[in-house]
């Protein structure tokens, strides 16, 4: 009495093993086909160049290492596990990686910039600000060696060089969510910085090709492509946010003529001048130079510059407001802006929302693998890499908006990553016929050859796709 007991108590865990991860795994298997069918990833890979070079789909490929990383294992461990029935060997992925025919930062603005304008833009008020944010990380590589174009670059943060890239990327934000819409992995410009040349083998003629040499750029050009990128994709915004590192006069003038306006912050350099009061004068000067509110005031001052002249000769002017910053040595702190009709206390509420692109490459990092997941040495690999990174963000960026609820972007990851639990469908059902074959055996005193039958009976009625992994199981048994 007490065998039967346990048996059934088995199978009562198996089937509740089983309906939990069957449910888990289809619902999370829905949030990815519904975002890949209502966002037409297949049509916009077609539009950046995505074509099969063998039997296996571009789509197909990139849906499988888009998924990756919720499944808690990387490339090689996918398609080593003895339960995995991948439909491509691993030359597939590496080959998909590492074309120098796929237009991957196409693909991302195209994907980006149509979640913007057909989904994003009409859940946003009008009274709302939608702005594009620039900024750049690290991408490091510092166990590399032969990573093609890799370089010395220094990490603002530990104020060390490492070994790896610039990740300058833009952004979109209408204050509530960010959407990634360009990047570009920069190189060093000097062979001083470089440890290992661009590939001399590419074709001169392919997108990868155009790439290597785009990665050569200074970032302010490079910041000047993207946002010329952005406009010709037609995406919402009015201001450009970014920090001190990219603030100078001619880049303020350059924006300007994309028809954009600038916030950001400015940092005292002794060889940058504003025309202020028909004098030519740098920060700190300007600062020295005017009347500071008193008291616990958090607004310092305010004042109205000029940056230079366009075509026509006219003056191109740009507020300064300085504000009080108790965090370091000078005590203030200062951004300009080149709509010169917002309020001081807008310019600053306004700059505050470049903090989401900060958050978006913390999520990147710790949570989506950038930069640790796949180990590529070519450079279109790595820009892959990134692109599939970006577009899961989006899709996780877009489901917390869908569920308007306070969930964190981390939080949604997780969600997922529950989903793909450690006990796989497999597993479960190799238990359900173990307690199935033990009933059988001990309750009925059925011979093998008699269960085998009754096996045999069971998986025909059932559907095709538990059939085809109860006949796995069986034949694993």
Not at 173 to 183: E, Q, R, V
Not at 198 to 206: A, G, L, P, T, V
Not at 380 to 392: C, G, K, L, N, Y
Request: proline share 1%.
């Amino acid at each position: 009495m007490e065998l039967v007991t346990n048996i059934q108590e088995r199978k009562i865990l198996a089937m509740s093993i089983i309906s939990h991860n069957w449910d888990n795994e289809n619902r999370f298997s829905s949030t990815v086909d519904n975002f890949f069918k209502e966002h037409h990833i297949g049509a916009l890979m077609k539009q950046s160049n995505f074509y099969k070079e063998k039997g296996i789909s571009c789509l197909l490929v990139f849906k499988l290492l888009f998924t990756l990383v919720f499944t808690g294992k990387n490339l090689f461990r996918t398609i080593e596990a003895q339960n995995t029935a991948l439909p491509f060997a691993k030359d597939v992925a590496y080959r998909f990686l590492n074309s120098v025919h796929y237009h991957w930062q196409r693909f991302l603005m195209l994907l980006a910039s149509s979640i913007i304008r057909n989904k994003l833009v009409d859940l946003t008020s009008d009274d709302r600000v939608n702005v594009l944010i620039v900024d750049d990380s690290i991408y490091s590589r510092n166990r590399s060696k032969v990573v093609e174009l890799l370089s010395r670059v220094k990490d603002h943060v530990s104020q060390k060089y490492v070994k790896g890239f610039r990740l300058l990327t833009l952004g979109w934000s209408d204050g509530n969510t960010f959407i990634p819409l360009g990047f570009n992995l920069l190189s060093a410009q000097t062979s001083k910085n470089m440890l290992h040349p661009m590939n001399d083998e590419i074709d001169k003629r392919s997108i990868g090709y155009k790439r290597r040499l785009s990665s050569l750029n200074k970032e302010t050009d490079a910041m000047i492509d993207l946002l010329k990128q952005a406009v010709e994709n037609g995406v919402p915004a009015k201001y450009v946010l970014f920090d001190s590192w990219f603030t100078y006069p001619g880049i303020l003038k350059k924006i300007l003529g994309l028809n954009l306006h600038s916030i950001a912050m400015v940092k005292a350099m002794k060889k940058v001048y504003y025309n202020f009061q028909g004098t030519k004068m740098n920060l700190q000067s300007i600062y020295s130079s005017i009347k500071k509110k008193r008291g616990k005031a958090k607004i310092l001052s305010s004042v109205v510059v000029c940056i230079g002249t366009d075509e026509d000769g006219n003056e191109i002017q740009a507020k300064i407001v300085f504000v009080k910053d108790r965090n370091r040595s000078r005590n203030w702190l200062a951004l300009i802006s080149t709509d010169v009709t917002l309020s001081d206390e807008e310019i600053i509420r306004i700059y505050g929302k470049r903090w989401d692109i900060e958050i978006f490459f913390k999520i990147c990092k710790s949570y989506l693998n950038l930069a640790k997941e796949f180990q590529g040495r070519s450079y279109d690999s790595m820009v892959a890499h990134t692109t599939i990174v970006f577009a899961r963000y989006i899709m996780l960026a877009v489901e917390n908006r869908n569920n308007k609820d306070l969930r964190t972007i981390g939080g949604l990851f997780y969600l997922c990553c529950d989903e793909l639990q450690d006990i796989k469908f497999l597993e479960a059902l190799q238990l359900l016929i173990d307690a199935l074959k033990t009933a059988l055996s001990e309750k009925l005193m059925l011979s093998k050859e008699a269960i085998s039958e009754f096996l045999d009976h069971f998986m025909s009625c059932l559907p095709t796709f538990i059939r085809e992994k109860l006949a796995l199981c069986s034949c694993e048994s």
